[in-house]
Nanobody, 126 residues
Framework: QVQLVESGGGLVQAGGSLRLSCAAS????????VGWFRRAPGKEREAVAT????????DYVNSVKGRFTISRDNNKNTVYLQMNSLKPEDTAAYYC???????????????????WGQGTLVTVSS
């Protein structure tokens, strides 16, 4: 079992930045691939950024490429999502998810992940 807790959400103006954190406890976090997902009002949940167990492989949805950066510190059992140049369309509940997988790849399907946090809300005003 892995417990995930997101933090760092809030209200920000368009063009601003936020850094989300996903803190894990319970198991050896370096054995887990992690994804950041978001669900905007009235939309399906989508994968925003994903990272493999080592931190060496990452992937992003096209809409955030060049603006968001996913990273991890396995010594701190934490994955981060740095979000810059935020847009109103980035407004959503953001969730982190983990999958036990010590492979050099990432997963973008929601159903691939076994553990989920409760989410943190990001609101971007225009």
């Amino acid at each position: 079992q892995v417990q995930l807790v997101e933090s760092g959400g809030g209200l920000v103006q368009a063009g601003g930045s936020l850094r989300l954190s996903c803190a894990a406890s319970g198991r050896t976090f370096s054995n887990y691939a992690v994804g950041w997902f978001r669900r905007a009002p009235g939309k399906e949940r989508e994968a925003v950024a994903t990272i493999d167990w080592s931190g060496g492989i990452t992937d992003y949805v096209n809409s955030v490429k060049g603006r968001f950066t996913i990273s991890r510190d396995n010594n701190k059992n934490t994955v981060y999502l740095q979000m810059n140049s935020l847009k109103p369309e980035d407004t959503a509940a953001y969730y982190c998810a983990a999958k036990e997988a010590r492979h050099y790849r990432v997963w973008t399907w929601e159903s691939s992940y076994d553990y989920w946090g409760q989410g943190t809300l990001v609101t971007v005003s225009s």
